[in-house]
């Protein structure tokens, strides 16, 4: 146990002076300041009106609006396309006959048989009041 607690002490005091010489050597400093980088000029600026006789910001106000309508065109194009081409595709039996009112339609029942079948759904709601 003194064996290693000796070595111990020796390797310490060995590296004491060698961490001290290198602090003493500060004439020479290991990391200079970099050099200041040189100013350049900006590039002149070009004189164009853009596209269209608009100015050069992509995000101008009426780059925007022109981006907007041509989505706004674009859309209804499409919902026009689509809606068409539904109409075109559905079978000429499920087409609703513009000619023909609702009374003429293909009913299962009868108005009366209607007026029955609300008669008796009133009845039943009364009925459960009542009770309550």
């Known amino acids: 146990m003194l064996r290693r607690?000796?070595?111990l002490a020796l390797v310490v005091a060995l590296l004491a002076p060698a961490s001290a010489l290198g602090q003493q050597n500060q004439s020479?400093?290991?990391?200079?300041?970099?050099p200041q980088p040189q100013p350049t000029?900006?590039?002149?600026?070009?004189?164009?009106d853009g596209f269209l006789g608009l100015n050069n910001e992509i995000g101008g106000s009426a780059t925007l609006y022109i981006i907007?309508?041509?989505l706004?065109?674009?859309f209804i194009a499409i919902g026009m396309f689509?809606?068409?081409?539904?109409?075109?595709?559905?079978?000429?039996?499920?087409?609703?006959d513009a000619r023909r009112t609702r009374e003429q339609g293909p009913?299962?029942?009868?108005?009366?048989?209607?007026?029955?079948?609300?008669?008796r759904t009133k009845a039943q709601r009364s009925a459960r009041r009542k009770n309550r």
């Open 5 to 7: 607690l000796l070595s």
């Open 28 to 34: 020479q400093d290991p990391f200079p300041p970099l």
């Open 41 to 48: 000029a900006p590039p002149a600026p070009e004189d164009d």
């Open 68 to 70: 907007a309508g041509a």
């Open 72 to 74: 706004l065109v674009a």
């Open 82 to 96: 689509i809606s068409r081409d539904a109409r075109r595709s559905l079978p000429a039996a499920h087409r609703p």
């Open 107 to 119: 009913h299962r029942h009868k108005r009366q048989a209607k007026a029955r079948a609300r008669a």
